[in-house]
């Protein structure tokens, strides 16, 4: 049974984005200013649009924290939308407000509009972009840094960075480098380049968490495996279409793929880390390492041809503003659900009601 579970709500020009996180611990520090760090990351990046100038997205923690230290009760997080403001009547809940402003049918390929449409019953399709909407990753984002600051108390730490802009490749750097800054120049030129064409763009980046213990995650039941698990978090985030952990083995012997081990100092060790931290579904002691590709985003200045589903005709797609490229903050929402994931493991192993319980279980 998980341990660390949450639910969001919220529409992207709803009034707030809302979490409730169940089963943190008592005792655990949790900073706001860290959630808000990591939702500043979120929101920029190069090739972001109109939204993120509008929006600075900070947290309220409105339960589950007393004093700067969690109580053991449900955390509630929210996110105020400041768009909220320009939309009020358009995303109202009282039927008398009802206009049909800013409806559409002129459904996006590539985006839920279609397929949320014929399963909702809606004709208004913004009915399914509001929740469709990769707005809501930003209280994600916020449930992630309160996973993140569980795992610190562990020394777990996760950093990431951009592989790929469609084609353009960042040179080949260690792992260990951090976010690079090297190949941003290449990265922002080729978005800029789309952005001149009214496209988007799509692409690669990698997430590592290091320190963990070994064994997070289980052999026994294929949804106890740790890279599953892993894969379907990194998988439902919105444009996400590639999870990769570790290395691709495709080209590789297997003696050449397999990370041999040895004995050094009384300890063991590895001098590859092909299996990406991953052995038999559970975390082996080498560092997590995942990579994902993201899609070119759906809406689009320069319009898609598609179908009006009220007049069932060939038209172009409805756009009102868009992103050119977003993978940087994917990146950040990547390291927020495997976070979300390496808790919950987490505290399914060494788990109790206070940090000090957990304490007296990771110490032995
Ligand atoms: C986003 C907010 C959205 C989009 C974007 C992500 O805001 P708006 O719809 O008001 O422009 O900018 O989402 C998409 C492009 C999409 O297709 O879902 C955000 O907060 O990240």
Redo the contacts with the bound molecule.
């Keep these: 049974m998980s341990k660390f579970r949450f639910l969001t709500s919220g529409e992207?020009?709803g009034k707030c984005l809302t979490a409730i996180i169940e089963g943190v611990p008592a005792g655990f520090e949790i900073k706001p200013e860290l959630i808000n760090e990591d939702l500043k990351r979120?929101?920029s990046g190069y090739g972001r649009?109109?939204?993120?100038r509008i929006?600075c997205d900070t947290v309220e923690i409105t339960s589950g924290v007393r004093f700067g230290k969690t109580l053991g009760s449900p955390i509630t997080l929210v996110i105020q939308n400041k768009?909220y403001e320009n939309w009020q009547k358009i995303m109202s809940v009282n039927p008398e407000d009802y206009t049909d402003e800013k409806s559409f049918t002129q459904c996006r390929p590539g985006?839920a509009d279609y397929a949320g449409s014929v399963k909702y019953n809606q004709k208004d399709l913004r009915n399914i972009?509001e929740r469709?909407?990769?707005?809501k990753?930003?209280i994600e984002v916020a449930v992630g840094s309160v996973a993140k600051q569980i795992l610190m108390q562990f020394d777990i730490k996760c950093s990431s960075k951009i592989l790929q802009i469609g084609t353009v490749s960042a040179p080949t750097l260690p792992s260990h480098a951090g976010r690079v800054s090297e190949g941003q120049e290449g990265f922002e030129a080729e978005i800029d380049r789309v952005k001149e064409l009214g496209d988007t763009i799509g692409g690669k980046f990698e997430v590592i968490f290091e320190n963990l213990p070994v064994g997070l995650g289980s052999f026994v039941h294929w949804d106890r495996m740790l890279d599953g698990r892993i894969a379907q978090g990194i998988m439902s985030i919105?444009a996400v279409k590639v999870v990769e952990i570790g290395e691709n083995p495709l080209g590789y012997l297997g003696s050449e793929y397999h990370d041999e081990m040895f004995m050094e100092n009384g300890k063991i060790v590895r001098h590859t880390n092909n299996a990406g931290g991953i052995e038999g579904g559970m975390t082996n002691g080498e560092p997590l390492i995942v990579r994902a590709v993201m899609k070119p985003?759906?809406?689009m200045r320069k319009p898609l041809k598609t179908v009006d589903l009220a007049e069932m005709t060939e038209c172009e797609a409805h756009f009102?503003?868009?992103?050119t490229c977003?993978v940087e903050?994917c990146s950040v929402v990547a390291e927020a659900r495997i976070a979300c994931v390496l808790a919950d493991e987490f505290l399914q192993k060494f788990g109790g009601d206070s940090l000090n319980e957990i304490l007296s279980k990771f110490n032995v």
Excluded: K, N
């Design positions: 992207s020009h979120r929101q649009g109109g939204r993120m929006e768009d985006h972009l469709s909407s990769a707005r990753t930003a919105p985003i759906p809406t009102e503003r868009s992103d977003a903050a």
